[in-house]
C-alpha cells in the first residue's frame, strides 16, 4: 500500500535555490517519498512576486502542513528588508537549529568528522535589536546592539542538544559560550546548559568552551567534539567553520526544529556568485531532505538517500565543482536517481 501523503511547503529560494531544489524534488519523487509539495515564495522571491519577502501564502501553508524544506532566502546587507529566515524561525518558534556535519569523502583534509552543532535559534545577539544614535550630522555615529537571552530559551535548546545526543547514540555535549567577557547574556546559556546536564549524568558527558578555544580548536582536533550547543551568533559562525571541515557549504544540511513546525535547508546562501550556471551543488539541500525524512519518521528512506550519496560521491566519484569534480547540479541528480533505482 503507498505511504500516505505528507503535505509539506517547497520554498525553492533565491539564486542557486532554484537548481538546487528542483534537483532535491527529483530525488525524493525517485526515492517515493510521499510529500505533496505545496510551492511557495520568500525572500527576494517574495519581493519579485508580491512585494513581500514574507508573504502571508507561505505563511499560511506553513501554519497548514508544519513541515517544510526551503532553499537559501538573499538578505540585503547592511539595510533593506529583515532576513526572512529569522522572520520564519520566530513565526514557528523553531527553537533549535541542528547541523549535523560527516565526511563524505573520505582521505581529504579532515577525515572521519561527524560533529553535531546544536545552534540556539531564536535569541542573543543574532536577533538584529540594533540603532544607531547621531551625533551632529553623522545619523551612523553610533551603532547599538542589544543581546536577550532567556533562561527558557537557553533550556529549551540545550535540552534538544542531551536529548539528540542520547538519542543518537552520541557520548558528548560541549556547551560553547564567552561567559567570560559577556557574564551574563552567555553566562546565563551556560548555567542553565550546566543544569540540563545534571539530569543527563551518567549517560552523557558534558563539558564547556569558551569560543574563541573552540574554534582553534576544531581546526586543531576536531574529533575531540561530539555535540556542541551553543547560542544564536556562536553557533551561526561556528556551523560554517564545520562545514569547512566535511568539505565546504556545499556539504552542510540543518534542520529548524520547533514547537509549531520544522523547517530543513541548507547552511548555505543563494551563492549569487554561482546563481544560474547549473553549477552548484545539490548535496547540502538532499542531506536537509534526508533530515527531513528521519523527523516524519521515514528513517528508511533517509538511510537509502544517504546511501545512494555515498555511493555517488565514492564509488561513482560523480561530484560538483566545489568538490572538484566536474558535474553538473543536474548530472549529479541524475546519478542520485540512477543509483536510487
Ligand atoms: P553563500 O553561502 O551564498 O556563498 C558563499 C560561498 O560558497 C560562495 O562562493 C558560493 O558560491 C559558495 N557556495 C554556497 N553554496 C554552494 C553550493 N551549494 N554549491 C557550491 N558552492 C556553494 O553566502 P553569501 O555569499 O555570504 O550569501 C549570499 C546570500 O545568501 C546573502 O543574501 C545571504 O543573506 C544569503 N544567505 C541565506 C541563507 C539561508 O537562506 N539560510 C544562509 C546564508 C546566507
Known amino acids: 500500500m503507498p ?13 542557486i535555490g532554484h537548481e538546487v531544489s528542483a534537483a ?3 530525488v525524493l519523487a525517485a526515492l517515493g517519498a510521499p510529500f505533496e509539495w505545496e510551492t511557495q515564495v520568500a525572500g527576494q522571491g517574495g519581493i519579485d512576486a508580491c512585494g513581500d519577502p514574507l508573504p502571508p501564502d507561505t505563511l499560511a501553508s506553513i501554519r497548514r502542513t508544519r513541515l517544510a524544506l526551503k532553499g537559501p532566502l538573499a538578505t540585503p546587507i547592511g539595510g533593506g528588508y529583515r532576513s526572512s529566515n529569522v522572520r520564519l524561525r520566530e513565526e514557528f518558534n523553531l527553537y533549535a537549529n541542528l547541523r549535523p556535519a560527516r565526511t563524505l569523502i573520505p582521505g581529504g583534509r579532515y577525515d572521519k568528522i561527524d560533529l553535531v ?4 535559534n531564536l535569541e542573543g545577539l543574532y536577533v538584529g535589536f540594533e540603532h544607531y544614535i547621531a551625533i551632529g550630522d553623522d545619523e551612523h555615529a553610533v551603532a547599538v546592539a542589544s543581546g536577550v537571552n532567556t533562561r527558557a530559551g537557553a533550556r529549551r535548546a540545550t535540552e534538544f542538544a542531551f536529548d539528540y ?3 543518537n547514540g552520541r557520548k558528548k555535549v560541549t556547551i560553547v559560550h564567552k561567559a567570560n567577557v559577556l557574564k551574563a547574556l552567555t553566562g546565563l546559556f551556560l548555567e542553565t546548559g550546566r543544569e540540563v546536564a545534571k539530569k543527563y549524568e551518567g549517560r552523557i558527558a558534558c563539558e564547556d568552551r569558551i569560543v574563541d578555544a573552540c574554534a582553534m580548536q576544531l581546526v586543531l582536533d576536531p574529533w575531540r ?26 556539504m552542510a544540511p540543518a534542520g529548524n526544529i520547533g514547537t509549531d513546525a520544522a523547517i530543513f535547508e541548507a547552511v548555505h546562501g543563494s551563492a549569487p556568485d554561482i546563481a544560474g550556471k547549473g553549477v552548484a551543488n ?5 542531506l536537509s531532505a534526508a533530515m527531513m525524512l528521519d523527523h516524519v519518521g521515514m528513517q528508511d528512506k533517509a ?7 555515498d555511493a555517488v560521491l565514492c564509488k561513482d566519484e560523480v561530484r560538483t565543482g566545489d568538490l572538484k569534480g566536474k558535474a553538473t547540479t ?12
Open 165 to 167: 545526543a542520547a538519542k
Open 3 to 15: 505511504a500516505a501523503k505528507i503535505p509539506a511547503t517547497l520554498i525553492p529560494g533565491d539564486g
Open 24 to 26: 532535491t524534488v527529483e
Open 303 to 309: 538511510k537509502r538517500l544517504r546511501d545512494a550519496i
Open 225 to 250: 567534539y561530539d555535540v556542541i550547543v551553543t547560542t544564536n551568533l556562536f553557533g551561526d559562525i561556528l556551523s560554517d567553520l564545520i562545514a569547512g571541515l566535511v568539505g565546504g557549504l556545499g
Open 330 to 341: 543536474k548530472q549529479f541528480a541524475r546519478a542520485i536517481v540512477d543509483r536510487l533505482k
Open 282 to 286: 545539490p548535496l547540502a539541500l538532499m
Open 117 to 120: 552543532l546544536v545552534r540556539e
